[in-house]
């Protein structure tokens, strides 16, 4: 049989394990409430960034349609030297857009006839 110390002493100890429980559920308390507030945080940080985002897009589309605005109309070649070009590559409308383009660069200064003219002429030029 036990005596009564020892019993004492078991209830002691049980005392300080329940006091220590008793601690560590309140710092988890502590934690989880130190977490919660960082979630608002971020949280707010992510509304913000949406809204930063979403304003960068607008002025992204009112620089865009600034830019449209302010861009003069780039002339049309001829239909008659689109035509010529487009027989000349037996119909293949990507490569005479992408030589045409190519020229433009080449010449910035010069009508969008001149350089359809050019393209053809090289093209005549290269195949004799």
Known sequence: MQTL???QQKLLRLRDIQSQLQKQKSD???K????AKQLQQLQQKETELNNLLSQSKQ???ELQLQIEEELQPIPQ???ELQNELL???RGDAIAALRLLKSQQQ???????DWCLEKVI???KRDRH
């Open 59 to 61: 002025k992204e589309m």
């Open 87 to 89: 027989s000349l590559l």
């Open 106 to 112: 080449r010449n910035p200064g010069r009508s969008a």
């Open 5 to 7: 110390t020892d019993v």
């Open 121 to 123: 002429w090289d093209l």
């Open 32 to 35: 989880k409430a130190e977490l």
């Open 77 to 79: 070649p001829s239909p």
């Open 28 to 30: 988890l308390a502590k």
